[in-house]
């Protein structure tokens, strides 16, 4: 389509080419960042991220991004050989080099680091992680709501890939927002191996229906903590809110559908498989939403 538009897209920021980007210790130019062609990330996708937003200084919900980042690593068996302090320290060095203050992104990556020989055993892997802080000056910019289309692809059952991991794995995701961009959409509604409406190939996925907001049960979908904090915030403002299994013929029929995530918060939805959602624009839940999620992020500076 020709006015494509991204959940991720931000605005241009010259100060990008000149950003330091934090490898094993080092910061380095981003012209000079690079990683070993035998790193298991680059060979394997054999690693996990985390995605960061610094708003006024602080970064938003930083001991729940930890949590799941050492909850990560320590499923995939990774000894990442730095503690939670020195991993906060690096992220705040990163951020002091490059003069960061707000309307920043971080997406911190860890891999099983270097391997001695080009296969699969992690047991090849002998040099330790390798660990990168990208930090980028990032302004939100969406023009308007996000378009979806709904693809063949599945969120997985746990036993095969678990998509409460965030895996450096991405194929399943990226064949999916592919499917949706030949479809004419901007990214791709994805469903559970039981049909059920699950997530976007980037984001969770919440639908708003008679003032009450829907999200699916989150047995097969990403581990977000945007999308729990929406919960809590539906739960501590009297907004009904309902984690359950509903299908694409409840999703058209919404009022309102929006999708969440660290780099964008609430992102609203304008239209799913050429039907329009309510009006098509943001709604008032929606809004609702967006505005008490700003004053949690205020709350969480404060703490």
């Known amino acids: ?30 012209a000079q960042a690079t990683v070993s062609i035998y790193d298991s990330g680059f060979m394997l996708g054999d690693g996990v991220w985390e995605g960061l937003r610094l708003y006024d200084g ?7 991004h930890m949590d799941r980042l050492f909850e990560a ?17 690096a992220l705040r060095a990163t951020q002091e080099a490059n003069g960061m203050t707000t309307d920043a992104h971080c997406r911190l990556m860890v891999t099983r680091g270097v391997k001695t020989r080009p296969f699969q055993h ?33 969120r997985g059952l746990p036993m095969t890939q678990d998509p409460k991991l965030n895996s450096h794995s991405k194929l399943n995701c990226i064949l999916a927002c592919i499917a949706a961009e030949k479809a ?34 989150g047995d097969y979908c990403m581990n977000g903590i945007t999308r729990q904090k929406v919960i809590d915030l539906c ?50 839940v929606t809004t609702r939403l967006r505005g008490l999620y700003k004053d949690l992020v205020a709350e969480d500076a404060r703490a």
């Open 235 to 284: 739960k501590a403002n009297d907004i009904p809110i309902h984690e359950r299994n509903y299908s694409l013929v409840d999703t058209y029929s919404a009022d309102e559908a929006f999708l969440t995530g660290t780099f964008g918060a609430q992102t609203p939805v304008g239209q799913i498989d050429g039907r329009v959602i309510g009006t098509g624009e943001l709604g008032p």
């Open 73 to 89: 690593v320590k499923a995939i068996d990774l000894d990442l050989g730095m503690d939670r302090a020195g991993v906060i320290a």
């Open 122 to 154: 992690p047991a090849l892997s002998q040099q330790g992680p390798t660990m990168v802080i990208l930090m980028e000056h990032s302004k939100p910019s969406l023009p308007r709501p996000i378009n979806l289309a709904t693809v063949p692809h599945l």
């Open 184 to 217: 004419g959409a901007d990214e791709a509604l994805m469903l559970d191996v039981h049909g059920f409406v699950n997530t976007t190939n980037a984001c969770n996925f919440f639908i708003v229906k008679k003032g009450e907001v829907w999200t699916s049960t």
């Open 1 to 30: 389509m020709n006015d494509h538009v991204t959940t991720h897209q931000a605005e241009e920021d010259a100060r990008n080419e000149e950003i330091l980007i934090w490898i094993n210790g080092e910061l380095k130019p981003k």
């Open 58 to 64: 602080h970064w938003a919900f930083l001991d729940d």
